[in-house]
């Protein structure tokens, strides 16, 4: 059975993929390494809300997410092309 956050992940960006014609990427240090269960649903959430806001409001073309192990700290970056916003 596979399982655990990357698989998660992948599967996200996949179907994300399917729906969009953004270019999706995906990188990750972990193979089916499982976190306290609170931990993969909150970076799950993560990473499917920030895709979203990508996609439907920066209208990125190209969204790279990428998420590793070191140690004891669990890092998600993503990173997009899409428009940002100003800051006073």
């Known amino acids: ?3 655990g956050i990357h698989f ?3 599967q996200l960006i996949d179907t ?3 729906n969009t014609s953004a270019l999706l990427t995906f990188t990750s240090n972990l193979k089916d390494e499982r976190f306290d269960p609170k931990i993969e649903v909150g970076l ?4 499917q809300e920030a895709l979203n806001n990508a996609v439907k409001h920066a209208d990125a073309t ?6 590793s192990q070191e140690n004891v700290r669990i890092g998600l970056v ?4 899409g428009n940002g916003f100003r800051t006073i």
Do not use: F, G, V, W
């Not at 799950?44 to 990473?47: E, G, H, K, M, V």
């Not at 190209?62 to 998420?67: C, D, G, S, V």
């Not at 993503?78 to 092309?81: A, L, T």
């Open 16 to 18: 994300t993929n399917r």
């Open 78 to 81: 993503i990173k997009d092309n």
């Open 44 to 47: 799950y959430r993560i990473a």
């Open 8 to 10: 998660a992940l992948k």
């Open 62 to 67: 190209e969204i790279h997410l990428e998420i």
């Open 1 to 3: 059975m596979i399982c």
